[in-house]
């Protein structure tokens, strides 16, 4: 095997980007907490987010008035190999 070249940047190994840590011992309370209340939302197995928690993200992610009228004036739905039944060939 043959040494790098002098000079040349060395690849850092996995993980080595200097990113922190989102578990673990290296990771602050409030990151392990707010991690754990996400995998309650999206692991599999019970939830460990509580009932509370749960009511106010579903209030806090409904559309207001403003967006659903947005939706309607610029939202265009298409309907891939659709016809309408009076252009359908008659048997």
């Known amino acids: 095997m ?5 000079g040349a940047q060395q690849r850092p190994g996995r993980g080595g980007f200097g990113r922190r840590p989102t578990s673990g011992a290296g990771a602050g309370a409030d990151e392990r907490e707010a991690e754990r209340g996400l995998r309650g939302l999206v692991g599999s197995g019970s939830s460990q987010v509580s009932v509370g928690a749960a009511l106010r993200a579903r209030d806090a ?3 207001t008035d403003q967006d659903i009228a947005e939706a309607e004036r610029e939202l265009t739905i298409v309907r891939r190999n659709w016809l309408p039944r009076e252009e359908l ?3």
């Open 61 to 63: 992610a409904r559309p």
């Open 2 to 6: 043959t040494a790098p070249a002098e």
């Open 89 to 91: 060939p008659r048997r």
